[in-house]
């Protein structure tokens, strides 16, 4: 099996703070709260786009994060929402925990999509903290956390492209100047034979996996060597490159060698014979390049009768002439090819990650005697306290009280007067 796979992390936005705020009108001294809820911070989603064939775009960024909700603010103003973040992947991608290994979701099909992080709701505004004892409450939310993920994804990788042609016409060395990235090779039960694959991404961003297709012609018609593995990966083959060595340096002839190839394909499955191919005139660099060339061109024609004849790009791989134009075109032609084994289909799976509750706090000493607490659920409750002021703070007090942070810390053995920091907060613990 060949696999892509890249390890990146995600940020979901944040919750934008709330506000506290307090109406002032003409001739009402003293107006209500009127401070507004923040937005909510954008998700991050994986979604499925099957024009995509590799995990490449992840090899240049490897960091998602989605845009933080605006701040609540006066006059009830809830801040803008941001936008979720959508991030496209290839369909077969495999999403898995990079920590626990855990896989979190398999994305198959067109807009199959996954939430992988969710952003943070808003904190809320003073509006919402006005109470008969405190009308004019001092109270807001900051908005809460996004979810943060360190995920793996692995996509199994089946060729596009094949390239086909007698031994020494140039197929490793096309193969090693147009592809950037090999990716992981597992071992094959059949080792005598290992499919040279590689991965082709165009400046315009498209990309394809292309493959030598080893032992087609060493007999392989005949089922030596190949494996069931392997022959999925022909299968899937949408676009044959069919190399011929114009090198003239070869006894057989060009042409004749072209036909060999055809006849074998046709053996080893009739149905290859009827897949999309280019034929690539190799080693245009050599002195007799062209008139082989010519030649080639001739006798196609005249064998195609007046039909037309496949297209031919003529290339070298040793000084890269045309192997721009002739990958241009191969993208270009795997795009308007149907896909030979089954058409994507076009689902509306959607799927949200859900996270596991960890424990809510933990407490630990310092080596100054200063009581330490954490843990996930507490944190982002302390996060989400606006510590500019002190009702929100007594808020958070109470909070924690209801956690049953107090008793756990009473139990701990703490005194008045203590000093409790939660991240980089430190206050005084008081009965
Ligand atoms: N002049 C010239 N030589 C080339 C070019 N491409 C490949 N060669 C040479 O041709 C020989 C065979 O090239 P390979 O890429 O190994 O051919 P292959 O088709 O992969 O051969 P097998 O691995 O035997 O199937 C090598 O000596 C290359 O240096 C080219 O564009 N121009």
């Known amino acids: 099996m060949f696999v892509d796979q890249v390890k990146i992390s995600i940020k979901a936005g944040n919750g934008g703070n709330g506000a506290v705020a307090f109406r002032r009108e003409k001739f009402v001294p003293n107006g209500g709260p009127a401070g507004g809820d923040g937005g909510h911070g954008g998700d991050v989603i994986f979604k499925v786009d099957t024009g995509l064939r590799t995990l490449m775009d992840f090899r240049y960024q490897r960091k998602f994060k989605a845009g933080s909700g605006s701040n609540g603010m006066n006059k009830q103003m809830t801040g803008r929402s941001a936008e979720n973040l959508v991030i496209k992947v290839p369909g077969g991608t495999i999403v898995k925990d990079t920590d626990s290994g855990e896989v979190i979701g398999d994305l198959v099909d067109e807009n199959d999509t996954l939430v992988i992080a969710k952003g943070g709701r808003g904190g809320r505004g003073n509006i919402h903290f006005a109470s008969p004892k405190n009308p004019a409450p001092e109270i807001a939310e900051n908005g809460e956390p996004g979810q943060e993920r360190n995920v793996q994804l692995e996509l199994q990788l089946l060729a596009d492209v094949g390239l086909l042609g007698f031994p020494s016409v140039g197929k490793s060395t096309l193969l090693s100047v147009v592809t950037s990235a090999k990716p992981k090779i597992a071992e094959y039960h059949f080792t005598t034979l290992v499919p040279n694959l590689g991965m082709v991404q165009l400046d315009d961003g498209r990309d394809f996996v292309i493959a030598d297709i080893p032992g087609l012609i060493e007999g392989a018609s005949q089922g030596v060597g190949l494996g069931f593995e392997f022959l999925r990966h022909v299968e899937r083959t949408k676009v044959l490159l069919h190399l011929v060595d114009m090198g003239g340096l070869e006894e057989e002839n060009p042409y004749e060698s072209y036909q060999k190839i055809n006849e074998e394909l046709k053996k ?61 075109r191969t993208a270009d ?31 630990e000493r310092d080596e100054d005697g200063t009581w330490v607490l954490s843990g996930e659920k507490l944190e982002k409750l302390f996060k989400m306290t606006n510590t500019e002021h002190d009702d929100s703070l007594i808020r958070f007090a109470r909070q924690m009280r209801g956690m049953g942070v107090d008793d756990a810390l009473r139990q701990a053995g703490i005194k008045n007067g203590d000093s409790v920091r939660i991240l980089d907060f430190t206050f005084e613990f008081v009965e």
């Open 268 to 328: 080893y499955d009739p149905e290859l014979i009827n897949r999309r191919q280019i034929i690539v005139a190799t080693k245009m660099d050599m002195p007799d390049a062209e008139t082989c060339l010519k030649e080639f061109q001739a006798r196609l024609r005249e064998q195609h009768d007046g039909r037309q004849i496949p297209e031919i790009f003529p290339i070298s791989a040793i000084t890269h002439q045309g192997l721009q134009a002739l990958m241009q």
């Open 333 to 363: 032609v795997l795009e308007s090819t149907p896909n030979p084994v089954k058409a994507p289909e076009v689902s509306n799976n959607e799927a949200t990650y859900k996270y596991e509750a960890k424990k809510p706090f933990t407490i």
